[in-house]
């Protein structure tokens, strides 16, 4: 029996991020961090891996007056700031640590990111 392959689908506001190893004070990226926040662990780094779709928006159709002429509804979101591919620094116990096929993980909410770090694209 082949075994169906699978794949971690995040949701919500929530980010799925790699995290840095390393106990150093500057972060791959180049940003460098306070000894205090290293220390107690309060802060730490790691790349955005995958993003989830937002908050759900309330749906403005669902008080129209005629709510059976009402095409098919799509959701809508609350768009995410954080990218796949950013650098995050966030707190440390907002984070919530999964393994998914042997490699470690963190599930942070977007509101426990306190910044994030992206290449810049040039501008033609």
Known sequence: MDSIPKELQVVGDRVL?????????RTKVGL?????AVDAQQVQTGLIV?????????????????PWRAAERTPRHQPM???????AIFFRKAAVEVS??????????QAAILVLVRDRIPLP
Request: charge should be negative.
């Open 81 to 87: 700031q954080a990218r796949v591919g950013d650098h």
């Open 100 to 109: 998914f096929e042997d490699k470690r993980y963190l599930v942070v909410p």
């Open 32 to 36: 460098y961090l306070p000894a205090t």
């Open 17 to 25: 991020i790699t995290p840095e190893e390393g106990d150093e004070q």
């Open 50 to 66: 995958g993003v989830g779709p937002g908050n759900p928006l309330p749906d403005p159709s669902v008080f129209d007056e005629e």
